[in-house]
C-alpha cells in the first residue's frame, strides 16, 4: 500500500511546495520536449513533472470573451479592434497554463499571440488547444449546406471534402479542434437538433461521420490543414423524452448497442477521432456524463478511443442541479472524471473547478489513476496536433484556403445533390426556361437559410429569389413574404406559376428550438391553401430543419421539393433544380411522419409492430431513403453469394440498376437486411449498403455490395454479438419500402 499513497502524495504536491523549482524548465532536453520520441513516451514524462495544479489547469476551459477578450465585443468572433487582455491571462493562466480557449473565434495572428503568451509564461511551457464550433462552415468563412443537407447527398466523398474544407479553414485561423460531427441517431423529429444529425439510420451516419472525421482529421493531425474533429454527443442523445433536448432517453442496452453505438464506432475505430463530446441525457435512470459504462467500458475499453472526452456545456453540472445524482458541484466533477469525462465546458468557473480537482485528489475521492487518464488524453491530443513543435500558425494561410474557389465550389455541390424531390405529379417539373411571369411567395422566399451553427450574415446568402434572377433574367419575378395573404393570392393570380418558399427558420428550428408541432408554421398552411385554391400551378419548396407534418400539401400540391438548410449556394441550387440544370438526386434520411401522433416513426422498427391505427394511415408520408428525379430508375438481378461454411469472408450482393427514362441522372441504391427467424426481434430491415451513381438514360450498372458476417450479427440474449444461422433476406431499391428481394441462408 505504501507505494500507492506516496504516488498519490506526490499527485496532489502543491505548487507551493515546488518554490525551488525555476519558474519555467527551460531544459530543452526533457523528453517529452523531444519531437522523436513517440507521444505516449512524452506524454508520460511530462506527466510525471506535473503537480496536481497543473493538471487541473489542462482540464479546464477558458472563454475567448471574457476571459481574454474585452467584454464589450463580439462573442462570437475576435472584432478587428481586438485586444489581447495579457492582464487577464496573468491573472487567470499565471505559471499554470491553459487547457483550452473557445468562444474566441480567432484570426492566425490572434491566436498566435494568445499561444506565445501562454508557452512563454506558464512553467513547463504547455501550449493552448483552441476549440471553435465549425458545423458547417467556419466564422466567416464557406458556408456549406447543413448536415441533414450532407446526408441526403448520400455521398461520403463529399462528406470528406466538406469536413476538410472546413478543417483547412479554421487551422489556417488558428483553431486546433471542430465540435463536429453530430453522429446522434436522430429518431425523435420534434428535437430541434435534428438539422446537425445525418438522420435516422446508424449505418447511413456511421459511414458519413467516418467520411467526416478523416476529412476533418486528414493523414496527420500536425498537418496545416487538420484539426481534431469531435463526434457527439456521446451517446443516445437523437432519442430525447418529449423531443426536448437534454431530457431522459429511454431506451435499453440493445438498442444502445445496435442503434445508437453504431453510428459512432466507424469515426472512433477506423477514423481514430481524437475527440468526443459527452451528452446532457440520463439512460436508464444513470446520466450518461457519469456513467462509466458508457466512457471507460465501452468507449475507451470496446471501441479504443484514445482521445479525450468533453463535457457538452454544463453536462457536469446537470449531474447536480437537474439529475440530482451529485451532492454538490464537487461531487459532480468527481464523478464525472472517475467515469471518464476528461475537461469541462464552462460547466463550472475555474476556482470552483480546478479547486474540486485538488480536493478531490487530497481525500481521494478522485481516483489518480483517473486523473492522470483524464490530463494524458488531453496532452496526447496536443502532442498529436504538433502543438510542442510547431505551435504558431502560418499567417498566410487564411489568403489562400478561406472561401477558396476549391471550396465554395463543394458547397455548391452539396447544395444540387441534397436536393430532394418529394413530389411531381404530371412531370411539373422541371419548369420551362420560357415563363414570362413568376410568383415567389413565403417567409423563404428572399432570405438564405442557413440554419443552426452559422450566421445568415455570412456567405453569398444567395436567396430563392436570387436564384431565380439569375436563371430566368428576361422573366419578370414577383416576391412576396406571403405576411398578407390576400396580396399573395393577387401576385400568384397574375403569374403563370407560383413558387411558394416555406419551412422553418432559426427561431424555430436549432439547438434549443423543440416543437410541439410538426406543422408548417404560422400563417403557412392557409397561404398555401389560398394559393392552391387560384387554380394555377403550384410548387412547394421546403426549407426546415427537420421532417414536417404535411398531408395537405402532399395530397394537393403537384411538386414539392426539399432543401432543407443548403448554404450559401441554396437559392442557386433550387433554382438550377426547379428549372432542369441540376437533376434532383437526393434522398431524405429521415421518415416523414404524416401526422405526430405516428411518433416515434423511423423506418426501421421491430417487426412486432403490427397493428394499424382507426382514424389514419400507419405508413409515413414519405419513408425513409426516398427521393424522386426527373428520370426513372430500374432494379433488376439481384443475387447473393454466400461464402462457404465457416468462412470469414463477405457475403457479395451484386444488383442492376437501369435508367429507363430520358435524361441523365443521379440514384442512390439502397441494400437493406432482414432477418427471417433471429433469437431476439429484430429490426424489420436495416440498411447495409448503399451506392450513389450517375447513369445516362438507358444506360445499366451492376452494383456490388459486401456484407461482413458482423453486419449480420444481433445482440443476442447473452449479451454477445453472435451472428445466427438461418434464412435472411435482402431488399435493394431507391428507398426503404425497396421491393426486389432475394433470400440466402447462413449455415452453422
Known amino acids: 500500500m505504501r507505494p500507492q499513497i506516496l504516488v498519490h502524495l506526490f499527485l496532489c504536491l502543491p505548487v507551493a511546495m515546488l518554490a525551488q523549482q525555476s519558474a519555467r524548465v527551460s531544459n530543452d532536453t526533457a523528453p517529452y520536449k ?3 520520441l513517440p507521444i505516449d513516451d512524452r506524454v508520460r514524462d511530462l506527466i ?4 496536481v495544479e497543473e493538471k487541473a489547469r489542462q482540464l479546464d476551459m477558458y472563454a475567448g470573451v471574457p476571459d481574454l477578450v474585452d467584454k464589450a465585443l463580439d462573442k462570437t468572433h475576435v472584432a478587428p479592434e481586438a485586444k489581447f487582455q495579457t492582464h487577464n491571462a496573468e491573472k487567470l493562466f499565471g505559471l499554470l497554463g491553459v487547457g483550452s480557449v473557445h468562444d474566441l473565434y480567432p484570426s492566425a495572428e490572434f491566436s498566435n499571440e494568445i499561444q506565445r503568451w501562454t508557452i512563454e509564461h506558464s512553467r513547463l511551457g504547455i501550449p493552448a488547444l483552441f476549440i471553435e464550433e465549425g458545423l458547417h ?28 474544407a472546413i478543417a483547412a479553414e479554421m487551422r489556417a485561423a488558428g483553431v486546433d479542434m471542430v465540435l463536429a460531427p453530430v453522429l446522434d441517431v436522430a429518431r425523435e423529429p420534434r428535437w430541434g437538433r435534428v438539422e446537425e444529425d445525418f438522420g435516422e439510420d446508424p449505418y447511413l451516419t456511421g459511414i458519413l461521420g467516418l467520411a467526416y472525421v478523416q476529412g476533418a482529421q486528414g493523414e496527420s493531425l500536425s498537418s496545416d490543414h487538420s484539426v481534431i474533429a469531435e463526434p457527439k ?9 418529449s423531443g426536448l433536448n437534454t431530457s431522459p432517453v429511454h431506451i435499453g442496452e440493445r438498442e444502445l448497442r445496435t442503434i445508437m453505438l453504431k453510428s459512432f464506432e466507424p469515426a472512433i475505430q477506423e477514423g ?6 459527452a451528452a446532457y441525457h440520463e439512460i436508464d435512470g444513470v446520466p450518461v456524463a457519469s456513467d462509466p459504462d458508457i466512457f471507460t467500458t465501452i468507449l475507451r475499453g470496446e471501441c479504443g478511443f484514445k482521445g479525450f472526452v468533453l463535457s457538452d456545456l454544463g453536462a457536469i453540472r446537470r449531474l447536480w442541479e437537474d439529475h440530482h445524482t451529485a451532492a454538490n458541484a464537487k461531487d459532480a466533477i468527481v464523478q464525472a472524471i472517475n467515469a471518464g469525462v476528461d475537461m469541462q465546458f464552462y460547466d463550472f468557473s475555474h476556482e470552483e473547478f480546478q479547486n474540486a480537482i485538488i480536493s478531490g485528489c487530497e481525500d481521494h475521492t478522485l481516483r489518480p489513476e483517473a486523473l492522470d487518464r483524464a490530463v494524458s488524453s488531453v496532452l496526447r491530443a496536443k502532442f498529436a496536433l504538433g502543438l510542442f513543435d510547431h505551435p504558431y500558425v502560418d499567417t498566410s494561410l487564411t489568403a489562400r484556403t478561406k472561401r477558396s474557389k476549391e471550396h465554395l465550389a463543394i458547397s455548391l455541390q452539396s447544395a444540387r445533390e441534397s436536393m430532394t424531390l418529394l413530389k411531381n405529379d404530371g412531370h411539373l417539373l422541371p419548369l420551362s426556361k420560357t415563363v414570362k411571369r413568376v410568383a415567389l411567395i413565403g417567409p423563404n422566399a428572399a432570405i438564405a437559410r442557413y440554419g443552426d451553427y452559422e450566421d445568415e450574415k455570412n456567405g453569398q446568402r444567395i436567396s430563392i429569389a436570387d436564384g431565380l434572377r439569375s436563371i430566368l433574367p428576361s422573366a419578370t419575378l414577383v416576391v412576396n413574404d406571403g405576411s398578407d395573404i390576400q396580396r399573395a393570392v393577387e401576385a400568384a393570380k397574375e403569374s403563370e406559376i407560383a413558387i411558394l418558399a416555406l419551412g422553418e427558420y432559426q427561431g424555430i428550428s436549432g439547438e434549443g428550438f423543440d416543437r410541439q408541432s410538426l406543422d408548417l408554421p404560422g400563417n403557412q398552411q392557409p397561404l398555401l391553401e389560398a394559393i392552391i385554391a387560384t387554380g394555377k400551378p403550384v410548387v412547394l419548396v421546403l426549407q426546415n430543419g427537420r421532417p414536417l407534418t404535411i398531408p395537405w ?7 414539392i421539393l426539399e432543401a432543407w438548410y443548403p ?36 423506418y426501421n422498427f421491430d417487426p412486432s409492430k403490427t397493428n394499424k391505427y382507426v382514424d389514419g394511415d400507419r405508413k409515413p408520408q414519405f419513408p425513409f431513403g426516398f427521393g424522386l428525379s426527373f428520370t426513372s430508375f430500374e432494379y433488376s438481378q439481384l443475387s447473393v453469394q454466400t461464402p462457404t461454411s465457416g468462412s470469414r469472408e463477405d457475403l457479395v450482393v451484386h444488383v442492376t440498376v437501369t435508367n429507363t427514362g430520358n435524361r441523365e441522372g443521379d440514384e442512390v441504391a439502397q441494400l437493406y437486411l432482414h432477418h427471417d427467424v433471429s433469437s431476439v426481434e429484430v429490426a424489420d430491415r436495416a440498411l447495409k449498403g448503399f451506392s450513389r451513381v450517375h447513369l445516362k438514360p438507358g444506360e445499366s450498372r451492376q452494383l456490388e455490395f459486401h456484407l461482413k458476417r458482423d453486419d449480420l450479427a444481433v445482440w443476442a440474449r447473452n449479451h454477445q454479438w453472435v451472428v445466427e444461422p438461418g434464412s435472411y433476406t435482402v431488399f435493394a431499391g431507391g428507398s426503404s ?11 452453422k
Open 553 to 559: 400539401a402532399a395530397e394537393h400540391v403537384p411538386a
Open 272 to 277: 481514430h477521432a481524437m475527440g468526443v463530446m
Open 737 to 747: 419500402d425497396a421491393t426486389l428481394s432475394a433470400k440466402f441462408t447462413i449455415s
Open 233 to 241: 454527443h456521446f451517446v443516445g442523445h437523437g432519442s430525447p423524452e
Open 137 to 164: 462552415g467556419y466564422n466567416d468563412g464557406t458556408v456549406f449546406p447543413a448536415p441533414i443537407n450532407l446526408a441526403a447527398t448520400w455521398d461520403p466523398a463529399l462528406a470528406h471534402s466538406t469536413a476538410a
Open 567 to 602: 448554404g450559401e449556394y441554396g437559392g442557386q441550387a433550387v433554382a438550377e433544380t426547379l428549372f432542369g440544370d441540376n437533376n434532383p438526386g437526393g434522398k431524405l434520411t429521415i421518415t416523414f411522419p404524416r401526422s405526430l401522433g405516428q411518433l416515434p416513426d423511423f
Open 34 to 36: 523531444q519531437p522523436t
Open 48 to 51: 510525471k513533472r506535473m503537480t
